[in-house]
């Protein structure tokens, strides 16, 4: 017997899910429906687009409805929006441009809807100057109205992903930007002590960021926005770019009888069914499960939604599968640097409960010997048995390869210990003997062995000198041009000769420049006796915790 | 008590030995004897300072005697070469420039002698221009020989990496190279089918190979070295250097009871311990274990040389500490090209009588929509069960960052599965939804489930139309290009409107540029009841093996 599928939602889940169906049975009917005019379509390339990296529009159409249907012999409907499903009768209500509202039954249903740009019920939201980012028809808007209305300056309020994307790529184009966001810091995923290298960049390239405000509304001037802010401050520029973050798109399910999470996600178990037998869902528009600490999670990512469309296609055919979770890893280039992460950040754990331990290692993303050596800046959370919680990584080079390693490990539920036995690729142009990934299992095993101790960046916030000596191990040169307030200064190859100088009574607190020829003094010292820590991360990472 | 350490080696494994050595333990005395005048200098730049990519010679020396002693509180000897070992009365004897031989007694003795280049009792040998790369000395001597003879052509005689590596740095200088390897291919650890590509990338750069022949001797023309082939073929250089291959350093352990192996390594056990016990061995010197196969192995390659220092280091003072095999995981950068493998190759597989599987995939190493984006190529290697045993990668992009991410898995003892589970890092710069890595899961998946056969590029050398259909399935355009001999055309989106012009009776070979349509639409035909394979890696990896 042949199967009746429906697909709803065309692009990243949806149209992942038709194609692997597909392959898996050439008999069986595939109906897809789309409710807007593309499917396929590279929403991750839209802001490039934007900024003119990418120059012609049609390569953001990774297929077309003819390319798919020629291909996969696959029935697409676009113009195509399901606006009800009668699961008890197997069918679903479309309301197409073309042909009308109509009824549909299937077999199997696949729900991969997405999610929409929120748009808050803020005064004057209707401004025509103010725009949401989702889709083609977003993307085109936005490029009119800046040809148009020759857009000199634009706030996008919002320091997520996306905001930052369109940020850096309105720059691109020559346009002064602000970025407003709500959170002490932009880009959520990570911590506040590593996100400050993204913040520097942005700043350095001209991009105004207003942290820990929010809007509250926006007026019109003579076509110009206003923006008020919580504040009390006021900004105005030609265009808004509004990326606060999504919402899952799923208002027609809701009489379905499918369940769905507290802000409306599709619930789903590891086969990505819904409670609906028969009605599988994938996407932005899902609950999964935090790969990590096991719990309800949301992530709205376009590999874990091209994963899942396979999955579901999977289960419908009979072959096992299950999706194991999302741990959320992603990447970022902002300008020239490059931000990414994997796993859960310090505030997730500590929302959960969850205690962790942290290190900072700042190693060169290559030789130190070898043309271009800059440093990379990792931060990793393990717990007290050695397994990886997350990683964050911010640098000019090979911060999508360290990432991924540690992604991998994650992955495979491995230690610090495996992150010390990893065997990567080493040449000069590439990498060190020991790669950075590896020296951070090195540092991360200290810790846990107890052969380090160490102080985190904002501890210095709370030092009490009179019970803690701060010793600064670098040069003479390094200290004098910035050091932390209280340090005195015995340089590591001088600990031997100058021990005298260490107090006995009081903690000692070492720091160096990355936290290296502290961690080098901190063992000679803890050796001899002293009751010593050390920073680490060092002066780079507290330098970064306080920009 | 204090303990005495002797070290024998003073770079890589070596000097890593000691600085660990000292961190766990501050009271040790620790003697380090190297033989030549430097300390830690970088093997692995050596060529990039000929080539004039690293500019300063002291960029080469990653610590000196002074610095480290300074640091590290270390007696380090230079110019004092061990030249035995009284294992019994725990004492060895070393001749230094300086001091006479004497002897010096130890309580645990640390090896990490290295290895040296071969230089083959071949007629000629002598020649002033002939040299091989090593060590300090050895470079100054190249590069001083370049500038004072003007040098205009020379011949590398071996095609491993180093000998790669200096061609292109050679290259660099605007000298005109050709390579002598005896093998059929350079750059051991690919396989020849993948190889060709650094060929080709060699040749497009001006350098000339001569493959599958050998150096027999060396004359001398006023000055220039005549270089005589096996196959009577001549060449003539100013400057010969010859990089066929390493042997280790351990003349000076023949009669120590220390136990060797059949080529002079010593043996050790996962500890690092030699037949004695209070004798470690490291680095080049050493035979340790194939990680993927368990076979014994040799692999002179730093980053396990560094790695295995620390675990000598950790093992004297008490922490146990356990080396698990090197798996051979490498790199070499070509001009803009990288190639770089991990694990087992399919030559040492058929060696070692041990089954295994094999697909090719050429994805784009970032979003084809995004600028800059080129495809790379990955070779995977897997068993029945999913195991991965080895993976060879080439490319202009993101080569490191994949085979790091299979390698990692491999160390995991991961599958195929695990591949396509990974979530790494993507954004469009950076990668695609499913990245490379992911996708060569996918079809290596659906090779082991039994959802596409393959056959091989080398198949197509024997293939018998006469029961074999040969199908492009490409666009007419890229079959006019060039195709397969033998090969009718039709394109995949045609399939399902022609099927009756696919052969009932015989096999059906399908191919594609890189595998993907080949598979979609032996998807559709096996299906239908045909007997379908298809060649993975499609022409891509057909003219790869062909090249
Ligand atoms: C600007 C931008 C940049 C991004 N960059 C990245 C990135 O770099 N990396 C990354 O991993 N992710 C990125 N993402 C996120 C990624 O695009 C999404 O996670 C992914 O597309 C989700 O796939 P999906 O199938 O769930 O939803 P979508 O791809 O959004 O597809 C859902 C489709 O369903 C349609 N639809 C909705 N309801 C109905 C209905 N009732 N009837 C018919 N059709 C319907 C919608 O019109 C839409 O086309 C980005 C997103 C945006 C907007
Ligand atoms: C040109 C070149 C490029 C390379 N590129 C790479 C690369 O890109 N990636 C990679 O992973 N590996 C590379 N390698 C290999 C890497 O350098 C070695 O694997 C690594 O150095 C081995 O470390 P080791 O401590 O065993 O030996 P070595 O680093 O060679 O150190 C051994 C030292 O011991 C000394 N010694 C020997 N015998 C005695 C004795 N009896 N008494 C006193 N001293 C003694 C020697 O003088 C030598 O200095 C390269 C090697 C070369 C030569
Ligand atoms: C220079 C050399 C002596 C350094 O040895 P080393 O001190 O063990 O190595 P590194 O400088 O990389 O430091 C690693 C140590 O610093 C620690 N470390 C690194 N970054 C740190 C940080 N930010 N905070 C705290 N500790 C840190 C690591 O944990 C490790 O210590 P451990 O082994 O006690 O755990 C040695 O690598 C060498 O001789 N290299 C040159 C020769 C060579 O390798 N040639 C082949 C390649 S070209
Ligand atoms: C275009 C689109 C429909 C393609 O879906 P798809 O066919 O499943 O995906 P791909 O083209 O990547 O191909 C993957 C398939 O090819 C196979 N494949 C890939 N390379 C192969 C090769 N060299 N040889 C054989 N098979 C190969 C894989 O095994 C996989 O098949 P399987 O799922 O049956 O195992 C879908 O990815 C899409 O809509 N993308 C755009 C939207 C989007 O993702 N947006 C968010 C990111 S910007």
Redesign the interface.
């Known amino acids: 017997m042949t199967k009746k599928i429906l697909i709803v939602g065309g692009v ?1 889940g949806g149209a992942s899910a038709a194609a692997r169906l ?6 069986a009917e595939i109906i897809l429906f789309e409710r807007g005019e593309f499917i396929s379509f ?1 929403n ?2 839209l802001p ?1 687009y934007i900024g003119g ?2 120059q012609e529009r049609n ?2 159409l ?1 297929q077309t409805p003819e ?1 798919m249907h ?4 696959i029935d697409i409907r676009v113009n195509s929006e399901v606006i009800g499903i009668d699961a008890k009768n197997n069918s679903v209500k479309v309301a197409s441009e073309t042909r009308g509202v109509y009824d549909e039954t299937y077999d199997f249903l696949v729900l991969s809807p997405g999610a929409k740009a929120i748009r808050p019920k803020i005064p004057g939201i209707e401004h025509p100057g103010i725009f949401t980012l989702r889709n083609i028809p977003d993307t085109d808007n936005i490029k009119d109205f800046i040809e148009r209305k020759l857009v000199k300056k634009a706030v996008v309020v919002g320091g997520g ?1 996306v905001g930052v ?1 369109v940020a850096e790529n309105l720059t691109e184009k020559g346009i002064a930007v602000t970025i407003v966001e709500a959170a002490p810091h932009i880009l959520a995923p990570f911590d506040s002590d590593m996100v400050t290298r993204a913040e520097k960049e942005l700043q350095e390239h001209g991009i105004a960021l207003v942290l820990g405000d929010s809007v509250t509304g926006f007026s019109d001037r003579n076509g110009i926005v206003e923006v008020a802010l919580k504040s009390e401050k006021r900004l105005e520029a030609d265009l808004i770019i509004l990326a606060i973050g999504v919402t899952p798109d799923t208002g027609f399910i809701k009489d379905s009888g499918i369940e769905l999470g507290p802000k409306g996600h599709i619930v789903v178990n590891d086969k990505l069914q819904t409670s609906i037998n028969n009605i599988y869902a994938v996407g932005d528009a899902i609950e999964t499960v935090d ?1 990590v600490n096991g719990q309800k999670t949301t992530i709205p ?7 899942q469309g ?1 999955i579901a296609a999977d289960n419908i055919c009979g ?1 096992a599968s299950t999706y ?1 979770g ?2 959320g ?5 902002i300008f020239s640097l ?1 931000g ?1 992460c ?1 796993g859960s950040n310090e505030r997730t754990l500590a929302n959960s409960g969850i205690p962790f331990h942290v290190i900072y290692v700042h190693p060169n993303a290559h ?5 271009g050596a800059a440093p990379l800046s990792i931060k990793l959370i393990f717990d007290s048995e050695g397994k990886i919680l997350g990683a964050q990584a911010f640098g000019y080079e090979g911060v ?2 360290r ?3 540690i ?3 994650i ?2 539920r ?1 230690t610090v210990t ?1 992150l ?12 060190s ?3 950075p990934v ?1 020296m951070a299992g ?1 540092v991360a095993e200290n810790v846990l ?1 107890g052969r380090m101790e160490v102080v985190l960046p904002r501890d210095m916030n709370t030092i009490d000198l009179n019970r803690v000596q701060l010793v600064d191990v670098r040069t003479e040169e390094e200290y004098k041009n910035g050091h932390i307030e209280g340090a005195v200064h015995i340089p ?2 001088s600990i ?1 000769d100058r021990i005298s100088e260490f107090s006995k009574d009081k903690e000692i607190w070492l720091y160096c420049k990355v936290g290296l020829r502290g ?2 003094a901190a ?2 010292l803890s ?2 006796g002293y009751k010593v820590k050390n920073l680490t991360g060092g002066y780079e990472s507290f330098m970064l915790a306080n920009f």
């Not at 020629?70 to 012999?73: D, I, L, Q, T």
């Not at 890893?329 to 280039?333: A, G, N, P, W």
């Open positions: 990243a597909r392959r898996l049975d050439e008999e590279a991750c390339g490039y990296a990418i390569k953001l990774v390319a020629a291909r996969f012999n992903f994307e790969f990512l376009a590999g874990p939604a091209n994963k396979r072959i194991k999302t741990q890893t992603s990447i970022i280039k490059t990414a994997t030789a130190a010997y070898y043309p999508d390869k990432i991924d390693d992604a991998t490990v992955r495979l491995g495996d010390t036995e990893l065997e990567l690729a080493y040449a000069p142009p590439y990498s003997a020991k790669d590896n090195y062995r590591v190859d031997r961690y080098i063992s000679v050796q001899k």
